[in-house]
Every structure is written in structure tokens, then in C-alpha cells.
């Protein structure tokens, strides 16, 4: 049985889906995938369909009703690998910001390294992005120093969404209680592996923009991420927050 699945939410991905699948399947360690797709009106999902007539027994296809948020794409994938077999659990943008050669390293350093959550950070050593514009590289590494002041991990890329968890994680976390749906969704979830005295470790990648589709960063995620925080922090220090 392979041991690693890739989550990969989608919302018109079009451009982007074929390339990613082939991509992750060209890597020396097996992979299997599960794209959560909310309905895209491009056609995602037709594509991921047609994509399985090749690779029928390693590629899977969920589809939800509408865009739900980020944060419930992951969850129900999760819950979707929880109930099979697979080891490692793997998170990961369908627009190729994040290298799927790194998917390997993430694998490694929880197999090898003994790591119970492999993070693909773009500030453990340095600033580590391409493309973007010095105004949103600013705002994503000041939310990370925030973000690690605030709730006292030691971890540089707190927002980072290219991320591996073993089974045992995610099985421990109640991840019906999770609340937060966009950025804040991959805070929470580190925010309470580290809570519950889980080994997290940082993999320095090298973060590229997207060159194709249309990215989902709005202000309401961000302002989720800013205040989210902070009442997680709080409920933290009072115990009210559930953990699993």
C-alpha cells in the first residue's frame, strides 16, 4: 500500500491540474493524489475525470456543492485519507507555488527524521519567494513573526500550506472543531499539533507565484488570520480550546 497521499484543493485550476498530477507522479517516491474540487466552473474537475482513465488507481476525485474554503477542502480530505490507509498526509496548492520535487524532502524528514509535521517554509532560511511583489513578501513574512510571537511556536513559516502530517496527527486532532476556513485553517492546525506536544520541523523550500490562474487571497482572510490568532491564544491560556 503506498503510504503518502497529496491533498490538492482546487477551484478553477484548469490550467494548472494536468501539468500538477503528471508532475507528482513523474516523482521517484509514489504518490497517491485526492483533488477536492468546489465546483469549479472551468472544468477542473472534468479534467481531473478524464486524468483518471490514466491513472485510475492512484488518482481520486471529490467534489463539493461550492467554494466552501480552503480550510474544509482540507478537512475533508483528511477524513478521506483517515479512512484508508495512508501514513502520511500531505497538503498542497494546485498552482505550483509549491514544487511537488519537495514532496520527497517532507516525506524524509517525517520517515527519516522522526518529524511529526514536515512544514515546506519559506523563511527558515531567509526570504525564499519568486514573484511576488515586495509589498505581499513583506505582509506574508510579518504575519509569520506575528503569528510566532502571538502563540510561542518556533516556527519562522506559520501560514505555510505545503505541509506533511503522519496519520497519527490528524487522527489525534478533533478536526470538526477546527474553525478557521483560509490561511488562518494552517495556523490552527500547527497552532494545535504544537499544543499537543507534537514534533514539527521546518524543510526550507523556495516559493514561486503562480503563472497561471488566479490567485484566492482576499482581505477577509487576511483579517481571519490577524484576530483568529489572538482568540486562539486566548482560549489556549483558559484551556478552551479543543483539541481532540
Not at 525564499?128 to 513583506?138: A, D, F, G, T
Request: hydrophobic letters at 40%; a positive charge; proline letters at 2%.
Amino acid at each position: 500500500m503506498v503510504k503518502g497521499i497529496v491533498i490538492v484543493p482546487t477551484f478553477n485550476e484548469i490550467e494548472n491540474i494536468e501539468r500538477l498530477v503528471r508532475n507528482v507522479f513523474s516523482q521517484q517516491k509514489e504518490f497517491h493524489i485526492l483533488v477536492v474540487d468546489d465546483n469549479s466552473p472551468d472544468g477542473t474537475a472534468t479534467r481531473v475525470r478524464t486524468l483518471q482513465a490514466e491513472f485510475h488507481d492512484n488518482l481520486f476525485l471529490e467534489e463539493r456543492i461550492g467554494k466552501l474554503g480552503l480550510g474544509t477542502a482540507y478537512i475533508h480530505g483528511f477524513k478521506w485519507a483517515l479512512q484508508r490507509d495512508y501514513e502520511y498526509v500531505f497538503e498542497m496548492d494546485a498552482d505550483f507555488s509549491h514544487n511537488p520535487n519537495d514532496l520527497v524532502r517532507l516525506f524524509n524528514t517525517c520517515k527519516r527524521n522522526d518529524a511529526d509535521v514536515a512544514i515546506g517554509s519559506r523563511y527558515v532560511t531567509g526570504v525564499n519567494v519568486i514573484n511576488w511583489p515586495m509589498s505581499r513578501v513583506l505582509l506574508s513574512w510579518l504575519a509569520s513573526k506575528y503569528v510566532r510571537f502571538i502563540t510561542g511556536m518556533d516556527i519562522h513559516d506559520t501560514t505555510a500550506g505545503f505541509v506533511c502530517y503522519k496519520r497519527k496527527v490528524l487522527e489525534t486532532i478533533d478536526l470538526d472543531s477546527i474553525q478557521f476556513v483560509g490561511y488562518a485553517f494552517q495556523i490552527e492546525m500547527k497552532f494545535k499539533a504544537y499544543l499537543l506536544k507534537y514534533r514539527l520541523e521546518e524543510v526550507p523550500v523556495i516559493f514561486t507565484d503562480r503563472t497561471r490562474g488566479t490567485s484566492k487571497m482576499s482581505s477577509s482572510i487576511i483579517s481571519e488570520a490577524i484576530f483568529g490568532v489572538i482568540i486562539m491564544k486566548i482560549k489556549s491560556l483558559f484551556k478552551q480550546i479543543k483539541l481532540k
